[in-house]
């Protein structure tokens, strides 16, 4: 028998926090299915909003505090106890941009721009920005809309569509 | 490794109908593949096919970032030149391999 293929049509990709890895995860997630020609809706809220906030977006920082992943150069653990000190998430975080520069990941809000670019919609949420006092004008430009979070499922319906949470 | 006759040629394309071969691509050839991708080829979309198979030959990472700041195209115009999905229809027609890039 035959396998049938469904390709997808369509993804909605929600992004609740501002770590580079995390809203990094949504930008590549986002650009890489609007290069495959999928329908794709990126919605920010929470922490994720930084992504998409002006002032925030360009200048994100990976935390350098209980992460158990995170490891020296070369391999050798390190201590949560480190990650305290003044100076160090900055520097973790220049070192974590630097890596993604030479594998051509843009700036955050260059990357947008290339999503927006290929036709994707960027969306933020409206409970999240009453709760951190944010108004549309403080976001990006290309931000499309500010959305309830019964907004947001309207456009996630039809067949082959997912809805992903980084 | 498959076979296919593009315009006249007789190709070394893989399962997806990439070209194997970058040396047997010629304009006919792009020209007959994009028709099959309904793209009428014009002198801007083979200036961009000139500069991806130019960057992979150098063994240059192809993004589609790097599209857009070739000079030829921004990344909009580029998505306009070849719709739904750029990089990978541009590579085809190109007669390159598929780029293995996330970006």
């Not at chain 1, 049938?4 to 992004?15: A, Q």
């Not at chain 1, 997630?29 to 994720?48: D, H, P, R």
Request: proline fraction near 4%; charged fraction near 25%; include cysteine.
């Amino acid at each position: 028998m035959q396998k049938e293929e469904h390709p997808l049509k369509k993804v909605c990709i929600i992004c609740a926090k501002g770590t580079i890895e995390d809203v990094y995860a949504t930008l590549v997630l986002g650009n890489g299915a609007v290069m495959e020609g999928i329908e794709t809706k990126l919605f920010f809220t929470f922490f994720g909003l930084d992504a998409i906030t002006k002032k925030q977006m360009n200048s994100l920082k990976t935390g350098t505090v209980g992460n158990p992943a995170m490891r020296m150069p070369g391999g050798l653990p390190f201590p949560t106890i480190l990650g305290i000190l003044p100076g160090v998430e900055a520097g973790v975080s220049a070192m974590m941009k630097s890596q993604m520069v030479k594998l051509d990941i843009p700036p955050v809000s260059e990357f947008l721009e290339m999503i927006e670019a290929g036709g994707g919609e960027i969306y933020a949420c409206k409970l999240a920005m009453d709760m951190f006092k944010l108004k549309k004008e403080d976001l990006w430009h290309g931000v499309k809309d500010v959305l309830t979070v019964g907004q947001f499922y309207e456009m996630c319906g039809g067949l082959q569509t997912q809805i992903i949470f980084t | 490794m498959s076979q296919k006759v593009i315009a006249g040629i007789t190709l070394d394309v893989n399962e997806e109908g990439y070209l194997t071969n970058p040396a047997q691509w010629t304009r006919e050839i792009a020209k007959e593949i994009a028709r099959e991708e309904g793209i009428d080829l014009t002198d801007k979309h083979f200036l961009v096919l000139d500069f991806i198979r130019d960057r992979q030959q150098k063994g240059e990472m192809l993004t589609i970032r790097s599209v857009g700041n070739s000079g030829i195209t921004d990344i909009k115009g580029f998505y306009q030149l070849f719709p739904g999905a750029p990089m990978k229809k541009a590579a085809k027609i190109a007669g390159i391999t598929k780029p293995a890039s996330c970006v």
